[in-house]
């Protein structure tokens, strides 16, 4: 993983809390935004000769450009707004759900314990002789 090569591999990778939940979705956030930023302003600024251009050919050129630029404008949206929001959702219900119902062995919750159902889908059992595969 990318995490051990940039010396994060020292501390807990489960996020145990809503606290941890924000910070780490704060951290993530932090990490991504340079690199997004800067990939879609050279990109958008190497079009823009394109998108203002006038002579033979701009006119098609214009149409192949402006999707492009629109594509980058969204991306960069999903990619740093949508992302940790439905992350921050998701993940955040299946910690509600583990804090509703704490182990009793004093481990932390496994998969199996934030989502059961798929747990018991994907266990061989004898009333479940054909479990889905992972």
């Known amino acids: 993983m990318l995490g051990r090569g940039a010396g994060r591999d020292d501390r807990p990778s ?5 606290a941890g939940l924000l910070a780490a979705l704060e ?3 932090v990490d991504r935004l340079r690199p ?3 990939t879609v302003l050279t990109d958008v600024l190497g ?7 006038v002579g033979l050919g701009s006119e098609v050129m214009k149409r192949i450009a402006a999707p492009v630029v629109g594509g980058l404008f969204t991306s960069t949206v999903h990619t740093l707004i949508m992302i940790p929001a439905l992350y921050a959702v998701v993940h955040g219900r299946r910690l509600a759900r583990a804090s509703a119902a704490p182990p009793t062995d004093g481990h932390a919750p496994t998969d199996a314990d934030l989502a059961p159902e798929a747990a018991e889908r994907d266990t061989f059992t004898p009333t479940n002789p054909n479990p ?3």
Not at 14 to 18: I, S
């Open 47 to 53: 079009l823009m000769p394109v998108m203002l251009g």
């Open 14 to 18: 489960f996020v145990t809390g809503r």
């Open 132 to 134: 889905t595969p992972p």
């Open 27 to 29: 951290e993530g956030a």
């Open 36 to 38: 997004k930023l800067m």
